[in-house]
């Protein structure tokens, strides 16, 4: 399958090739074909599959066919919202990217820095908006966005807009918008509080799933290590030094545990930044610019904060602390072994935790190999020998040594060396 069989036109084919893709991944080969018949689409997926492009191709070649250059200011057409700032950056950039040949233009808007800069942008007018809900909704009651004019609608991540809080706001969003409307609505979990809303967005809709237990059985090398909850620092900082980490996303539970970690990291010598909530835009925009430029190799972070970043050639993704939601943890592992390639996911469990692996494990339908040697194994009274046998004991082979599972793997490898450049996307 190519882009080409799926008929996309000239222009995105070309932005496509420049970005490196060759083939679609499954996500795009489902939906792509869906979307450009007009149907509305129900897709269960996690990032790292390659969805945004799943649905931003399509958009950018429905309103490239229909535009019309000569008619004054520009009317938003398309509107996509995400729960967080930094999802809603990349998939601006990712819009950007595809589209540099269409002539479309986009902007995205966030909550947490001024407005001015964003509202200047709507006022020349775009094509295709990309927003969180908040800022969205008090743009729009400033007057500086209408909804008059879209054409076709995605909610992104929806089980983490309803995890953090937005149902309100997307419920209001949803009356706004025209009835007459192309919706795609997207998840990496479907509960029934996420289908309920599905429906209230949906019209006729055809469905497209990706399962996070592929994602995470197929591509994902995991090992859990047992440890007392006063060595895990002491863990992580041995694993940083003798293992091959070439970049490493930590998870920590808590913003000040994240903190933290970084204090206890910079005392081994070890240069991390952390990304969370409490820290100002600039700072997390920083920090990840840092780490994608190779200025840092470590990254904590909490999952609001590092869901949905777009990191390409993360080799690993630590559990500090183990999530209490075992969606969670496919959600995170899903940030290493992106869009086809492999990676690792290496987790700490201290006693408390034992019941979150036992979650984690029936979701992903796996025993996890644990790792049986390691010096902190017995470092503090609160740690146990495992009771149920680890299933493998060696430790996984580091990224060279390990040869690629995923049959899907061939569309990534030339887009491997890619770093996406952390500007912010107005043209
Ligand atoms: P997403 O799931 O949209 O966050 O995409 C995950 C990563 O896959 C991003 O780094 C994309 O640039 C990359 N990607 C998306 N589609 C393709 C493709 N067809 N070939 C290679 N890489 C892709």
Redesign the pocket.
Known sequence: MTFKELQIIEPIQKA?SA???????PI?AQSIPILLRNKDLLGC??????????FAIPILQHIFNKIEYSSGKRKIKALIVTPTRELAI?IAD?FTAYGKFTGIKNTVIFGGVKQSAQTRELNRGVDILVATPGRLLDLTQQGFISFKDIEYFVLDEADQMLDMGFIHDIKKIIAKLPHKRQSLFFSATMPPNIIELSRKILGQYERVTVRPEQATADKVEQAIYFVSKRAKTKLLIHLLQTENIHSTLVFSRTKHGANKIVKLLDKADIKAEAIHGNKSQAARQKALANFKSGVTNVLIATDIAAR?I?I?ELSHVINYDLPNIPEIYVHRIGRTG???ASGIALSFCMQEERAYLRDIQKLINQKIPVITEHPFLNFDDDVETPSNKPTQQKKPRNKHQRSSKSGNSN??N??KN?R?PDSRNRN
């Open positions: 496509l970005e490196g893709y060759t083939h679609p991944t795009q997926a996690q990032t790292g599959t390659g969805k945004t492009a799943a990349q990712s949905g777009d390409d992106r869009a086809g569309w990534r030339k887009n890619r996406r």
